[in-house]
């Protein structure tokens, strides 16, 4: 059974930075796609970034396209996202998901972590 554990959300200041990670373990096939999602209350969930292990490709939304950068770290299987010049608009909970077999963008991943809260605000 796939397992994800966020860590890493927090207060941070508007033009702060923050670092998400995902700690990934579980899987039983060498290739899936795993992303960063966020909802912010009252809104619908959002895919913000999306990578796909099979040929390393990475996917961002406009929203956080030149902000925030997704990687890997491979030795200890954990997926970070490096969140750069955050904005209020940034303020929610951000939830990273995996599936085999969907691709980036489908939104519909069978496998959730808890989530971590982010906040943006002075």
């Known amino acids: 059974q796939v397992h994800l554990v966020e860590s890493g959300g927090d207060l941070v200041q508007p033009g702060g930075s923050l670092r998400l990670s995902c700690a990934a373990s579980?899987?039983?096939?060498?290739?899936?796609?795993i992303g960063w999602f966020r909802q912010a209350p009252g809104k619908e969930r959002e895919e913000i970034s999306c990578?796909?292990?099979?040929?390393?490709?990475?996917y961002y939304a406009d929203s956080v396209k030149g902000r925030f950068i997704m990687s890997r770290d491979n030795a200890k299987n954990t997926f970070s996202l490096q969140m750069d010049s955050v904005k209020p608009e940034d303020t929610a909970v951000y939830y990273c998901a995996t599936d085999y077999f969907k691709p980036c963008g489908s939104g519909q991943f069978d496998y959730w972590g808890q989530g971590t809260q982010v906040t943006v605000s002075s």
């Open positions: 579980g899987f039983t096939l060498p290739y899936y796609a």
């Open positions: 990578l796909t292990t099979g040929d390393g490709a990475t």
